[in-house]
Nanobody, 121 residues
Framework: QVQLVESGGGLVQPGGSLRLSCVAS????????VGWYRQAPGKQRELVAS???????NYADSVKGRFTISRDNAKNTVYLQMNSLEPEDTAVYYC???????????????WGQGTQVTVSS
C-alpha cells in the first residue's frame, strides 16, 4: 500500500558529503515520524536520526553535528544530509516511517530497501 524508496548513497572519501532521500508513495494520508537507520557489516541496525511530523529531530551521538534530517511534506520526502563523513559511517542506510494509510486511517510502519554508503580513501 505504501512504499519507501531510498536514494543518494554511494562512495565518498572521508570528509565528504552525501544527501540521502527517502520518498514515500502509495495510498497514504500523512506521514508521521520518520527515522534513518543504518546497519554496518556484522553490526546491529541502529537509529541515527529521526524527525516527527512536527519537525522535531533527534540524532545519535555519533552523528550529531554532522548529519541533518529534514522533511518536505509536499513531496512526501525525508532527507538525511551527511557531512564530514567518516569510515565509521559506512553502512546500508534505511528509512523507516509511520504512515497513516488511506481509508482505514490506520498508522502502519514501513521500511525502505536501503541504500549503501561507503566512506573510504
Amino acid at each position: 500500500q505504501v512504499q519507501l524508496v531510498e536514494s543518494g548513497g554511494g562512495l565518498v572519501q572521508p570528509g565528504g558529503s552525501l544527501r540521502l532521500s527517502c520518498v514515500a508513495s502509495g495510498s497514504m494520508i500523512s506521514i508521521k515520524n520518520v527515522g534513518w537507520y543504518r546497519q554496518a557489516p556484522g553490526k546491529q541496525r541502529e537509529l541515527v536520526a529521526s524527525i516527527t511530523s512536527g519537525g522535531s529531530t533527534n540524532y545519535a551521538d555519533s552523528v550529531k553535528g554532522r548529519f541533518t534530517i529534514s522533511r518536505d511534506n509536499a513531496k512526501n520526502t525525508v532527507y538525511l544530509q551527511m557531512n564530514s563523513l567518516e569510515p565509521e559511517d559506512t553502512a546500508v542506510y534505511y528509512c523507516n516511517a509511520n504512515v497513516v494509510v488511506t481509508t482505514s486511517l490506520r498508522t502502519r510502519n514501513y521500511w525502505g530497501q536501503g541504500t549503501q554508503v561507503t566512506v573510504s580513501s
